[in-house]
């Protein structure tokens, strides 16, 4: 999954818009996401949204040639509230043995 984000934010790709690669990566959490929902999954949640903001964050940097963010801007919503970047959040009602 790692290695898909970090291709989808590749230094490259810098060109595109960012509402494509934003599309790209909320295409494939969704996919994973459903996948991968029916257990416990809150701490690899955690650790894919941190890789994608991080890798998001890069991104940004290259396609604007700045490189230096401050420690508030990794945590900031504006990357979901801005361009709608989904952040994966577990919801145990999914789960097969979960009233309805």
Same mark, same amino acid.
């Given at each position: ?7 989808? !934010?590749?230094?490259?790709?810098? &060109?595109?818009?960012?509402?494509? %690669? %934003? ?10 996401? *459903? ?5 416990? %999954? ?9 890789? %994608? ?7 940004? *940097? ?7 963010? &401050? ?10 509230? !801005? ?18």
């Amino acid at each position: 999954m790692c290695e898909r984000i970090s291709a989808i !934010t590749d230094r490259k790709r810098s &060109g595109l818009d960012p509402e494509e %690669v %934003v599309g790209e990566l909320n295409r494939v959490l969704r996919g994973w996401a *459903g996948y991968f929902c029916l257990g416990p %999954v809150s701490d690899t949640y955690r650790a894919i949204n941190a890789h %994608v903001r991080c890798r998001f964050r890069k991104w940004w *940097g290259a396609k604007h040639k700045a490189h230096k963010f &401050g420690p508030c801007w990794y945590w900031s919503p504006w990357p979901e509230r !801005t361009f709608g970047l989904l952040q994966l959040r577990w919801d145990p009602s999914r789960l097969p043995h979960a009233k309805a």
